[in-house]
């Protein structure tokens, strides 16, 4: 008769256990964290009118991103178990890898459909501050993930320096900013 305990290393197991768990929960913080961030920013940069606005778009995969990150939390924690227990029941384990691969497929499609659902989010916000976006030719950056909106649609012609705008946007942010901005005339 075939057993249906099949025995882990302990010790492998715990380091993916922990290493899993870890990762998890270090990017599911820092995940939120950054879309509170971002989203704090721009809300205070478009309350205060300012002439440009670069918007990292890179992060809005973290929108929907908390769905695959959840998978790998319950991956660490099923390690931890198996580390605990010493032996792999297959009856939880096919259970256990059929949730896995759901919660990943479903977290790739959240993660897609959360970036667009953001995207269009944001571009409604800014555009109903007043702001237009520059177009996708224009030479400002060279990242693909940064979109600028501006409040005066000339603005987007004129050369501008990237990093002292992300170093205005940092000032304005933590309420530094707001005296050099009326100082250069960007109200």
Do not use: H
Not at 94 to 107: D, N, P, V
Request: charge should be positive.
């Amino acid at each position: 008769m075939a057993t249906s305990r099949q025995n882990v290393d302990r010790r492998s197991m715990l380091l993916f256990g922990v290493f899993f768990v870890a990762i998890s929960v270090f990017f599911i913080v820092y995940s939120f964290t950054t879309i509170a961030d971002n989203t704090n920013l721009y809300l205070q940069l478009q309350q205060s009118k300012v002439a440009v606005v670069l918007q990292d778009t890179g992060f809005l995969f973290y929108y929907g991103g908390w769905a695959v990150l959840l998978s790998l939390l319950l991956m660490g924690f099923y390690s931890l178990f198996l580390a605990y227990k010493g032996e792999r029941p297959r009856s939880l384990d096919k259970k256990i890898t059929k949730a896995m691969g759901y919660s990943l497929i479903l977290g790739l499609i959240l993660m897609i459909s959360g970036k667009f659902a953001a995207q269009l989010y944001w571009t409604n916000a800014f555009e109903q501050a007043g702001y237009v976006e520059c177009e996708n030719s224009f030479g400002m950056t060279q990242s693909w993930s940064t979109k600028v909106w501006v409040l005066d649609s000339e603005s987007c012609r004129t050369p501008f320096d990237p990093y002292g705008i992300w170093r205005k946007q940092a000032g304005i942010a933590s309420g530094v900013g707001r005296s050099e901005e009326s100082e250069n005339g960007m109200q």
